[in-house]
């Protein structure tokens, strides 16, 4: 039986292992000595044999041992062999261990409920061993639940990122030998619930008006449209960018352009334009959320007349205040 103290013979239902001299005197006298494994194994001068050391099984679950009994002749000694077969006895000294000792899985918030976020696996080295699995940090069996026969974990009810306490959830999970009498294993998991895109950018006006004059330099700026985004502020669902939509209209998209960050619209070329002109570009405001989520607004643009364009009557003005 693995286990076994140095020196503990084998259970007495073990016949010793004994030969027989038929001669007399020194001739008949028998001695024995193990053959081999004789660094794990001893045998005694009556043929008992017995440990040396304590046995694993998980390392070695049989031997074969070759016993020499040899009589006491000094000249010309008859020896004789056998081969005792020894199978080592399991006995439960082993904890079950995870796979690895921690886990870190990231769950799309709104996952519908029972989805299986992760598959715990466990190994226990005795026989006949059945591992079994369990939460045991009872704060997460509010939230989550473990196969005890699979592993397989699971979210018990269906997260919304924005209105949870917290986002990150670490617990400890336990391996189990049931019917054993080891500790059970222990492993660490943490759940990252990750924001989805909730929410599509939305524009403060559904139309946006601006002038130019008919000959505006490059890098004019014209108006500016603003939308925003009611995701979770700093993250990247509710970060709004913005770009023209060049297939409704290439030619206005020639001559202005929109920034990708502030919104602004600009000219992109110096104008050299018909007054009373009228463009129109569609602005789309889109954020860096999973998935992308966009939406549209119009922005007319007129050319002034020459006549009509406002201009200051002196270069500078000064002001002082008593």
Same mark, same amino acid.
Request: charged share 20%; proline share 8%; hydrophobic share 35%.
């Given at each position: ?19 027989? %001299?038929? #001669?007399?005197?020194? /001739?008949?006298?028998? !001695?024995? &000595? ?5 660094? $794990? @194994?001893? *045998? +005694? ?78 190994? %226990?080295? #005795?026989?006949?061993? /059945?591992?079994?699995? !369990?939460? &045991? ?5 509010? $939230? @989550?639940? *473990? +196969? ?80 925003? #985004? ?8 509710? &970060? ?5 939509? $060049? ?76």
């Amino acid at each position: 039986m693995e286990g076994l103290t140095p020196c503990v013979s084998f259970p007495p239902t073990h016949p010793s292992t004994q030969a027989t %001299d038929p #001669d007399v005197g020194v /001739n008949g006298q028998v !001695r024995y &000595r193990l053959v081999n494994h004789a660094d $794990l @194994f001893r *045998v +005694n001068s009556n043929g008992t044999i017995y440990t040396a050391v304590p046995l694993d099984r998980e390392v070695r679950g049989q031997y074969d041992l070759i016993v020499e009994a040899e009589d006491g002749a000094v000249e010309d000694p008859r020896r004789t062999t056998l081969t005792l077969s020894v199978t080592v006895l399991d006995v439960d000294d082993n904890s079950p261990v995870f796979s690895q000792p921690s886990y870190t899985v990231n769950l799309p918030e709104n996952s519908p409920k029972n989805t299986v976020i992760l598959q715990l696996t466990a190994k %226990d080295s #005795d026989l006949d061993s /059945n591992v079994t699995f !369990r939460i &045991r940090t009872p704060e997460a069996r509010q $939230l @989550f639940a *473990v +196969n005890p026969v699979t592993g397989e974990l699971s979210v018990l009810q269906t997260l919304d990122f924005e209105t949870l306490a917290a986002t990150d959830h670490t617990f400890v999970v336990e391996a189990l030998n049931s019917g054993g009498s080891m500790p059970p294993g222990l492993a660490t998991v943490t759940v990252k619930i990750t924001d989805m895109n909730d929410y599509s950018p939305v524009f403060s006006q559904v139309l946006y008006r601006g002038m130019v004059a008919p000959n505006a330099v490059k890098g004019t700026v014209v108006t500016t449209v603003h939308a925003e #985004d009611l995701d979770p502020p700093g993250t990247p669902a509710s &970060r709004v960018r913005y770009r023209l939509d $060049l297939d409704e209209d290439p030619y206005s998209g020639s001559i202005f352009d929109v920034n990708e960050v502030t919104g602004s619209v600009i000219t992109r070329v110096n104008l050299n334009e018909e007054p009373n002109l009228v463009f129109s570009l569609i602005i789309v405001a889109y954020d860096d959320g999973e998935p992308v989520k966009v939406n549209k607004t119009l922005v007319v643009i007129t050319v002034l007349q020459p006549s009509v364009i406002p201009v200051f009557t002196q270069e500078e003005y000064r002001y002082t205040s008593s």
